[in-house]
């Protein structure tokens, strides 16, 4: 099969989640749709990474990142965090987004985040299986919930984005 980006042919929505790390003090953001829990115990999410991203090279040096989730209505300040800038020039700068300590990673976590998850990895942890991209398993540190933000930015592809507009709960079965 030739390299042909088939996820990105269709609508094909996923969720978007910021994953921040750090390099010489300088934090780095990168969006991410390519995630998903994966065992309650410990608690892990895998994230696959892009590589040659600068997000990739922090994972590998520093084992620790934290993934987390944005509303709908950031949507192009996060489309912007993928830029690609030197190494040591934060993304953040180009939108002014602000931080937030964290308790466990020393990775901050941005300021408009709906929900996040302090992650630590190993390098066991660290997959290389596809051409284009990592996989990290992170095991949870600690998570958090900011009530003020919602409706969490999903992703169809290309430049299209949208909010996961309403929240209904299905009848018992």
């Not at 953001?29 to 040659?52: E, Q």
């Amino acid at each position: 099969m030739e390299d042909k980006h088939i996820f990105s042919e269709g609508p094909f929505p996923t969720l978007v989640y910021v994953v921040t790390t750090i390099y010489k003090d300088v934090v780095n953001a990168c969006p991410v749709t390519w995630c998903t829990p994966c065992s309650y115990n410990p608690p892990l999410f895998m994230v696959s990474i892009k590589k040659g991203k600068d997000t990739a090279f922090n994972i590998l040096q520093n084992h620790e990142f934290v993934l987390q989730t944005v509303s709908f209505k950031h949507f192009q300040e996060v489309h912007n965090l993928a830029k690609t800038l030197e190494r040591d020039v934060s993304e953040l700068v180009i939108d002014d987004l602000r931080t937030v300590d964290t308790l466990f990673t020393g990775i901050p976590r941005l300021d408009i985040a709906i929900n996040w998850y302090e992650c630590k990895t190993s390098l066991g942890m660290i997959n290389n299986y596809g051409k284009t991209h990592f996989q990290v398993t992170g095991e949870v540190l600690s998570s958090g919930y900011n009530y003020q933000q919602q409706d969490p930015l999903l992703y169809h592809g290309q430049r299209l984005y949208s909010g996961s507009c309403k929240i209904l709960e299905a009848e018992p079965y």
